[in-house]
């Protein structure tokens, strides 16, 4: 079976403060991790995946197969950053169906 | 608006009465998913379609709902004699085989 977790239900920091998202799954097999964002009365969006090994919006996410993480960080955090996170996985399942983690609601204060 | 739609937005029904939800998928998107997310959890995936097929359900699928994509385009989510525990967001997310899934802005479902 295959699981996300994300410990913090709320993270809260302040403005230029570093910013990190914990997440951690177990799966058995080799996983693909990404990062989806949900702003404001937004629609779910991909921020990022890990195998595209990319840095959006000053996010960067590595995966840790030994620690079984995928924590989002970014090192100043931006007031428009405010948002719901949440952590999904997709194994080696032929339908790419994702499994998310309950997700982190980041509050960014001036 | 080329994303994915879906219709309605928000459904209020009494108890043991029957909804249907639709969802747009991105045009020539072979792959449409369903997900459910109730308050304050994650997404929790429930069925999936590539082109007209129906490949993959969930557990958490039971024989109330039932969901078709009869031409491989739009699809239809429906629960038959809804339960207070049927509340939730139900999302609709659709991509080509292997990439990205694009959700759509999802129907909240009241049941009374």
């Known amino acids: 079976a295959q699981r996300v977790t994300q410990p913090e239900k709320l993270l809260s920091v302040f403005k230029g403060a570093p910013v990190e998202l914990k997440c951690n799954y177990s799966?058995?097999?080799?996983?693909?991790l990404f990062w989806y964002v949900q702003y404001s009365r937004q629609r779910l969006q991909l921020l990022l995946r890990?195998?595209s090994r990319e840095s959006i919006k000053g996010f960067t996410a590595d995966l840790n197969k030994g620690e079984t993480s995928f924590h989002l960080k970014k090192p100043f955090a931006q007031e428009e950053d405010s948002a719901m996170y949440y952590c999904?996985?997709?194994?080696?399942?032929?339908?790419?169906?994702?499994?998310f983690g309950g997700g982190t609601r980041l509050m960014v204060k001036p | 608006d080329t994303g994915v739609s879906q219709d309605p937005r928000h459904k209020i029904t009494k108890r043991g009465q029957n909804v249907t939800f639709r969802c747009d998928p991105i045009?020539?998107?072979?792959?449409l998913y369903w997900y459910r997310q109730t308050l304050g959890q994650g997404p929790e995936f429930l069925t999936y379609?590539?082109?007209?097929?129906?490949?993959?359900k969930s557990r958490l699928l039971s024989d109330r709902f039932s969901a078709e994509r009869p031409k491989g385009s739009f699809s239809t989510l429906e629960i038959q004699r809804t339960e207070q525990g049927d509340s939730a967001m139900y999302l609709c997310?659709?991509?080509?085989?292997?990439?990205?899934?694009?959700f759509g802005p999802g129907t909240r479902l009241t049941v009374l």
């Open positions: 997310a659709s991509s080509l085989i292997g990439n990205e899934q694009f």
């Open positions: 799966y058995s097999g080799s996983p693909e």
């Open positions: 890990h195998i």
């Open positions: 999904a996985l997709s194994g080696s399942n032929a339908g790419n169906m994702l499994t």
């Open positions: 045009s020539e998107h072979n792959r």
């Open positions: 379609f590539q082109n007209e097929a129906q490949l993959e």
